[in-house]
């Protein structure tokens, strides 16, 4: 087995890295023409911590290792964060990313399971994502495997009932395997998450649900990083939840913080703009 877990990158690595993903997904949006940037961008720091800071454990030449962790994409319209950081991984040819949502392609606007390597579960449906979670991890323990599962959501996304039942079903069952990580941009489709359904206090919630809370600034690597590190070793029962503050469309300066990126595309003059700025370069403001 390739343990992913060995030779994580440096801090440096890593920033530059998830700069790279960010391109990847201002890239194949623009060329689709279609699909979801701005909560893209706001958890693409998340999941290149996971895959490349030495936290999960997977094998891109073995995507059904019984041994891996599993990450679960609850957002399931964050799909191209999630193809750029397979990609990377080496599930996937990088050059299919231009693929997206193409007709015939497998990269479709939210991850399918059977047609993508690495994608574990088919979501989309908000809301789902921590219920699909909670069964992997109950089946897991049963195994008595030490692999860890990983679901990311959206502060949006915890506006669906379903949400809460997982909450509470993952407490009772004392799901110490299990670790929740909300991408807390503040955003959705609608406007300002607190004007459209205020959530309040998401620590404050999962924690009075019995679970184990901690928060992290999610566009530091080396603070997710250690994080989630932490949160594999957990060897308590206690399912853990990380809230990581982000910003929507974070690393594009005309998209940061605007709820009409969450399903717009760029247009080729806008993509060129945001990669001249990924870049370094002049010309990224519009």
Same mark, same amino acid.
């Given at each position: 087995m390739a343990d992913s877990?060995?030779?994580?990158?440096? %801090?440096?690595? =890593? *920033?530059?890295? +998830?700069?790279g993903l960010r391109a990847d997904i201002i890239d194949m949006i623009c060329k689709a023409k279609s699909g979801h940037p701005g909560g893209s961008l706001s958890c693409i720091d998340?999941? #290149?911590? =996971? @895959?490349? !800071?030495?936290?999960?454990? @997977?094998?891109? +030449?073995?995507?059904?290792?019984? +041994?891996?962790? *599993?990450?679960? =994409?609850? /957002?399931?319209?964050?799909?191209p964060a999630l193809y750029?950081?397979?990609? /990377?991984? &080496?599930?996937? %040819?990088?050059? $299919?990313? !231009?693929? =997206?949502? /193409?007709?015939?392609? *497998?990269?479709?606007?939210?991850?399918d399971s059977s047609l993508v390597p690495g994608v574990e579960v088919s979501t989309g449906s908000l809301g789902q994502g921590l219920?699909?979670? #909670?069964?992997?991890? #109950?089946?897991? *323990?049963?195994?008595?495997?030490?692999?860890?599962v990983f679901a990311l959501l959206g502060d949006g996304e915890c506006e669906e009932g379903q949400v809460w039942?997982?909450?509470?079903?993952? +407490?009772h069952q004392r799901l110490g395997n299990l670790v929740a990580i909300i991408d807390a941009n503040g955003l959705q489709i609608d406007g300002a998450v607190c004007d459209v359904c205020d959530p309040g206090d998401l620590g404050a919630k999962f924690a009075a649900f019995?679970? /184990?809370?901690?928060?992290?600034? &999610?566009?530091?690597? !080396?603070?997710?990083? $250690?994080a989630f590190r932490q949160a594999k070793a957990y060897d308590g029962n206690a399912p853990q939840a990380i809230v990581a503050r982000t910003v929507k469309g974070k690393g594009v300066s005309f998209m940061e913080g605007q709820c009409g990126w969450h399903g717009k595309a760029p247009s080729e003059a806008e993509a060129d703009a945001a990669l001249s700025e990924l870049a370094g370069t002049e010309g990224g403001a519009l």
């Open positions: 877990t060995q030779g994580a990158m440096t %801090p440096d690595q =890593l *920033r530059a890295t +998830a700069q998340i999941l #290149c911590a =996971l @895959y490349f !800071g030495g936290v999960m454990r @997977y094998d891109a +030449a073995d995507p059904e290792l019984p +041994a891996r962790d *599993r990450f679960i =994409l609850a /957002k399931g319209h964050a799909a750029a950081t397979l990609a /990377k991984a &080496g599930f996937i %040819p990088h050059d $299919e990313l !231009g693929t =997206l949502r /193409k007709l015939g392609s *497998r990269l479709q606007g939210h991850p219920s699909i979670a #909670c069964g992997l991890a #109950c089946g897991l *323990r049963l195994d008595g495997s030490g692999s860890t039942e997982a909450a509470m079903f993952a +407490a019995g679970w /184990k809370v901690s928060s992290v600034d &999610g566009h530091d690597l !080396g603070q997710l990083v $250690e």
